[in-house]
């Protein structure tokens, strides 16, 4: 600087000093006699980022090995068994969503396989396409399982490729078929608490929801009483409300045109809707048991719902998280959220963000969770068919 003009040097000192607006308090100034400038060291280094608050462990109870990829996993209404989709053994290496499928229960307690229903039960083994459904409130393993079969045709040009939806429920605590009915009816499906209604997308158009009234007796056939247009593009999540909150029978379901609704699946009347507006489509649901919050997960973004007062709250997932992390499930009673990581998995709670609990997962890749009714256990499968069940212990 000594070659620069003298009066340039003034000036450039001058800028470089900090304003008295911006200078600190008196209770904040160096003891050095001169003003600071702007590239002068702070007083007190800043704080870093929060650090993660470890208010959740998880206790390894049951281990088993199915060697099987899960598809899809839940615990049963009553949290006795872990009922999964795998693929067939017949057919184990499909690589068509599609499927076909088959269902897997274990004991939640002791992790012993449940024997299912044989093929003389089963018109085609045990099998689905797409997903299951599990009857609310009882105590019996009853499962609705829609598939699809080759259609019979007298002419070869005509059945060659075509496919027949199929409805099949089962009690696979007593190995029992209870119905078996030829229905256009396919997943998603959603059973209504009473257990009376069965509602799923139309196989012609899955942007369509059939509701059919089920028989009250093993004799009784299924009825369609009627079908839902809400949506314009794919239903992929639906649900029922508590009956003593909604009143009657109202369903909830997303779509791949953004919106969340519910439904009155009697009246086939709009009571709520919302557009959500994500860039991917709605991969998760739950409905909390007071029937007041909704809870969905569209790619990375998770989207709070509260029916009481229509209020939508959502917070996306990289901007919330550490580390990266991919949704897994989200807890009956709408408080956690279930996500795989690069090292394992950890749990944060849903309607905050916040994190709770990790674990370092020493398998392969993460595929499936499930926590029970009340969120203190917790299932978690990986792509080797190992399922591990977790007591979950909070502070």
């Known amino acids: 600087m000594a070659d620069l003009p003298p009066r340039f040097t003034a000036d450039l000192e001058s800028s470089l000093d900090v304003p008295a607006s911006l200078a600190p308090s008196s209770d904040q100034q160096s003891t050095s006699s001169r003003s600071r ?32 990829d899960f598809m899809q996993l839940t615990f049963t209404p009553s949290d006795s068994h872990l009922a999964a989709m795998v693929p067939k053994s017949t057919n184990a290496r499909c690589v068509t969503p599609e499927g076909p499928f088959s269902l897997n229960t274990w004991h939640a ?5 449940l024997t299912s229903a044989t093929s003389p039960l089963a018109s085609h083994g045990l099998r689905l396409n797409g997903g299951f459904a599990l009857k609310p409130g009882v105590a019996d393993l009853i499962v609705a399982c829609p598939f699809l079969i080759p259609a019979a045709s007298s002419s070869y040009s005509e059945s060659y490729g075509a496919l027949m939806p199929r409805l099949e429920v089962y009690d696979l605590g007593r190995r029992e078929r209870l119905l078996k009915q030829d229905l256009a009816i396919r997943a998603p499906v959603a059973w209504s608490p009473d257990g009376e209604t069965l509602v799923g997308a139309s196989p012609q158009d899955a942007s369509r929801m059939v509701v059919v009234q089920l028989p009250k007796n093993k004799d009784g056939y299924v009825r369609t009483v009627a079908t839902l247009m809400c949506h314009s593009d794919d239903v992929t999540q639906m649900a029922f409300l508590p009956l003593w909150e909604s009143g009657g029978r109202a369903l909830v379901s997303a779509g791949k045109d953004g919106f969340l609704r519910v439904t009155n699946v009697v009246t086939k009347r709009t009571l709520q809707k919302v557009e959500i507006g994500a860039r991917a489509p709605a991969t998760m649901m739950q409905v909390s048991k007071d029937g007041k919050l909704v809870v969905t997960v569209w790619g990375r973004d998770v989207v709070l719902w509260f029916l009481e007062t229509g209020r939508v709250h959502n917070y996306n997932l990289n901007a919330i998280r550490v580390n990266e992390g991919w949704p897994l499930a989200v807890s009956p009673d709408c408080r956690y959220l279930a996500c795989r990581n690069e090292e394992g998995f950890d749990v944060m709670d849903a309607q905050t963000g916040k994190f709770r609990g990790e674990f370092a997962w ?4 993460i595929t499936v969770a499930a926590f029970n009714s009340d969120g203190t256990r917790l299932a978690i499968g990986d792509h080797a068919g190992v399922l591990q069940l977790f007591e979950i212990i909070t502070s």
Not at 47 to 66: C, D, I, Q
């Open 362 to 365: 020493p398998g392969e890749t």
């Open 109 to 113: 307690a002791t992790g012993q396989r």
């Open 37 to 68: 400038r702007w590239d002068d060291p702070p007083e007190d280094e800043p704080l870093g980022p929060p650090e993660n608050t470890t208010t959740m462990v998880f206790v390894k109870s049951v281990t088993v090995r199915a060697h099987v």
